[in-house]
């Protein structure tokens, strides 16, 4: 995990340069690495879209993107040596005579600065100009390296991977046709999150809870990722993929990935890919008669009313959905995962229930005392410990009390960007472990599968809930 530097000369290819993508997450992103001195002194972004721009118009894009996401005016003083790193180069996705122009932008950069640059290819763009996309950098050459030795190649990849188990297995092959496992890069920005990441330190740094890690003494692991945001102007892309899809088969997944994987054999991106892997691969697959007691969808009233989202539309805003894992260490424990939208006041974070003590020394009839680990992202980043002590005083009672420890005000985190700039940075030290590996990709949609096949023949019927309330979970509450 630890990184090498990340001062290698460098171009990043964005396809669609002008997408939503690029708006929203990476411009910001490339930004606030430029800012904090991460990104390569020698680093060009060449934009690839279809408008007639100059680099001077690109530029100018870039600029307004960027006081746009600040809500504040930037001097062109103080952008304009990171603005100095962007070209422009209009392109058609479908058109070989863009890819040979390209190639040559990056041959005379490559003149310029005298070296054999590395080249990393981001795509935002719709998962169906994959294929024409990459099977043209291939055949224009703009995917091989100078030499065997100089100047790698990189593929940034985004969710949606695939809609199902078959399309991801498609967009799969693809991939692999032309680059190797070590040259895909599958973003999941949940893994860059800080708390996430700090799972594993807390896991695999301390040995204080890793004897009682598993079904022993865990009760039970609840996940929850509960937004206040609503679909808003997503309706045309959400209204098609839902909520299992959006985060379920992906975030949810990954956090119980790394809350529940085996200690790797090293730190290396590749062992730890390995073993969140293995550990989605013990996921039991939900039969039909599971589904009911199991799984639990609903929709906002007034979700139908937003742009995009077909009147008649059954697609799910919220899900909770019970796991349980067949493997000596986990199997009995269940493993709950639940997110929505416009639930009230945002709550993201993986609860890991302790049994009850046997026998406990606990006063008769008193409250029960079950033990909680809690890894919260939001409303503040903070990792907590539930546990019960005697109070003080002449009687014997117990109270509940915590350990408390918060790596920050949650204010003081930008979202996406950070985890953004983490991931592109690591991305150009050729650091994979916080991207999803083939692997993953398959057990992850192996397991969703059998649950959207089963909601959409109306196995489990869709519930309505009042938005910002939180009385969509207690109707959910016999999935547990
Ligand atoms: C994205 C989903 O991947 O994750 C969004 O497409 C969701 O629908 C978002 O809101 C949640 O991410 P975060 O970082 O805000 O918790």
Redesign the pocket.
Known sequence: MVAPSNNIPTIFAAFGATGDLMRRKVLPALYYSYKHGELPKMFKVVGFSRREWSDEEFQGYVHEVLEEHAKTKISEAELLPFLSMFEFQRGEFGDKSSYDDLKKTFDGLDAEWGVCSNKLFYLSVAPEFYELILSELARSGLTDPCEPDQGWTHVIVE?PFGMDSTTAKQIDELLGKLFKEEQIYRI???LA?EMLQNILTFRFSNNLFELPWGNKLIEGIHIK?L?T?G?EK?GP??DG?G?FR??GQ??LLQMLALVTMEHPESFEAAAIQKKRADILSSLDVLSDEDMKKATFRGQYDGYRDIEGVLPSSDTETYFKVRATMSNPKWSGVPMVMESG?RLGE?L?EIVVTFKHPMPCLCPPNGAHHKNEVIFR??PREEILIEFWTKKAGFSFATERREFHYMLREQSAHV??VE?YAKLLLDCIRGDQTLFIGTGEIREMWRFTDPILAAWQKGVVPLESYRPNSREVLDTARHVK
């Open positions: 969710k999941d920005h949940y999150k990722v937004e945001i679909v997503r892309f959400y993929v909520a959006d985060v992906n975030h939208k945002p993201k992202m939001e979202p996406y985890e």
